[in-house]
């Protein structure tokens, strides 16, 4: 079975500067997606960022963008410029591209970012 | 365009009781998955419908079960419940069964089994 971890529980930074959370993941698949999803307060979970195992290039997003290491299995995500509205918890998840999504996301157990002003 | 909506926001229910959950996903698109969130974890999956048939199902015993309708809406139905079954249930949509696809989450219905 797949696994998704995400080592840090919480991590801290100040307004402005750049912070990055990570996640390895275990799977004996070679097509595959990863997902970065920040959930808020409000309990929405929002897609922040997206990356095809199959791509070499890193995906990006205005001030997010990821760097996945696939032999590594590591899929980490920079945030740049941070901004108060960033504060959330963040979730990285993986699904296996030819099971048909079949097999769900499996997510992590979450990074919460707080943003010091 | 509205995103995924889930009804109600809200739910409170007792041991042994039947509860049901709804879900309209985005337009257009005609799959839909299940997932539960319990306190500090991260969402896990339950149960994932295209075009009105069961594709996908997590670890969960048989007292989850779901249906999707013509209209690509669902509903997910919990019997028997159980203290533990008290969580976040969040609903997402894709446009195609794909496993690429991205998945839009809904705001979820808050679970409290007393």
């Known amino acids: 079975a797949q696994t998704v971890t995400q080592s840090q529980p919480e991590m801290s930074v100040q307004e402005a500067e750049t912070v990055t959370l990570s996640c390895t993941y275990d799977?004996?698949?070679?097509?595959?997606?990863l997902f970065w999803y920040k959930q808020p307060p409000s309990r929405q979970m929002i897609l922040v960022i997206r990356q095809e195992a199959y791509k070499q290039q890193n995906a990006t997003e205005n001030r997010f963008s990821v760097n996945f290491q696939k032999a590594a299995k590591s899929f980490s995500l920079k945030i740049s410029d941070s901004q108060l509205g960033d504060a959330a918890m963040y979730f990285c998840?993986?699904?296996?591209?030819?099971?048909?999504?079949?097999?769900?996301?499996?997510f992590g157990k979450g990074t919460h970012l707080i943003i010091q002003p | 365009d509205a995103g995924v909506t889930q009804s109600p926001t809200h739910l409170i229910k007792t041991r042994g009781q039947q509860v049901t959950l709804r879900c309209s996903p985005i337009?257009?698109?005609?799959?839909v998955s299940w997932y539960q969130q319990v306190l500090g974890q991260g969402p896990q999956f339950i149960f994932q419908?295209?075009?009105?048939?069961?594709?996908g199902r997590g670890n969960f015993p048989d007292r989850f079960s779901a249906r999707q309708f013509p209209n690509y809406s669902s509903e997910l139905n919990v019997n028997a419940l159980l203290l533990g079954d008290s969580a976040l249930y969040l609903c997402?949509?894709?446009?195609?069964?794909?496993?690429?696809?991205?998945?839009?989450f809904g705001p979820g219905t808050r679970l409290l089994v007393l």
């Open positions: 419908y295209y075009e009105k048939e069961e594709r």
């Open positions: 998840a993986y699904i296996w591209s030819s099971g048909g999504g079949a097999d769900g996301l499996t």
């Open positions: 337009s257009g698109h005609k799959s």
């Open positions: 997402a949509s894709s446009p195609r069964f794909q496993g690429g696809q991205t998945q839009y």
């Open positions: 799977t004996s698949e070679s097509d595959y997606y």
